[in-house]
T-cell receptor, first 112, second 110 residues
Framework: SAVISQKPSRDICQRGTSLTIQCQVDSQVTMMFWYRQQPGQSLTLIATANQGSEATYESGFVIDKFPISRPNLTFSTLTVSNLSPEDSSIYLC?????????FGQGTRLTVV | DAKTTQPTSMDCAEGRAANLPCNHSTISGNEYVYWYRQIHSQGPQYIIHGLKNNETNEMASLIITEDRKSSTLILPHATLRDTAVYYCIVRPYSDDKIIFGKGTRLHILP
């Protein structure tokens, strides 16, 4: 299994500001994944974060809006920039180990 | 895009077996069938996976048809705590990402 610590667990932010979400894994992993879950919806993959290289973004997501850092093999951050109410969602990080995916408990973001 | 089709929602009486279907008619030979569930406000949780043989663990059983175009997740004795959204996913074992479909919202009724 994998233990993933994600923080903050929730936040309320003003529109136009940014929120940085941290994800810490209990052991080294090659790739970390960031998802968004809008209210009542399924999970949507934002990007894949590789250590030592730029993140790979899925269609519809851009680096300017969702910059990602991956300074080492156990840690990553996702920043949601220039917040608008449409960014109100749960954001989750995930890792793969042995073919199985493990998820953090998510960050619930509310933009007011 | 997700490669699976699932019913939007299902009900099941507590104590009965919950049978959740999934269609994956375009599955490739190297792709596994994975099931995850997401209980409200939590991150998704792995349940089970299989390639072509039926699988069973302490949580559930997975029945895959012989042509591998569909499968059924079985929760043998559903409890209220099994109320969740269940996601069926097909992917190679070592693929580097998971794409979620819409899943099935399972309601366990007391």
């Amino acid at each position: 299994s994998a233990v993933i610590s994600q923080k903050p667990s929730r936040d309320i932010c003003q529109r136009g500001t940014s929120l940085t979400i941290q994800c810490q894994v209990d052991s080294q992993v090659t790739m970390m994944f960031w998802y968004r879950q809008q209210p009542g919806q399924s999970l949507t993959l934002i990007a894949t974060a590789n250590q030592g290289s730029e993140a790979t973004y899925e269609s519809g997501f851009v680096i300017d809006k969702f910059p990602i850092s991956r300074p080492n093999l156990t840690f990553s951050t996702l920043t949601v920039s220039n917040l608008s109410p449409e960014d109100s969602s749960i954001y989750l990080c995930s890792v793969l180990r042995g073919g199985e995916a493990f998820f953090g408990q998510g960050t619930r973001l509310t933009v007011v | 895009d997700a490669k699976t089709t699932q019913p939007t929602s299902m009900d099941c009486a507590e104590g009965r077996a919950a049978n959740l279907p999934c269609n994956h008619s375009t599955i490739s030979g190297n792709e596994y069938v994975y099931w995850y569930r997401q209980i409200h406000s939590q991150g998704p949780q792995y349940i089970i996976h299989g390639l072509k043989n039926n699988e069973t663990n302490e949580m559930a059983s997975l029945i895959i048809t012989e042509d591998r175009k569909s499968s059924t997740l079985i929760l043998p004795h559903a409890t209220l705590r099994d109320t969740a959204v269940y996601y069926c996913i097909v992917r190679p074992y070592s693929d580097d990402k998971i794409i979620f479909g819409k899943g099935t919202r399972l309601h366990i009724l007391p």
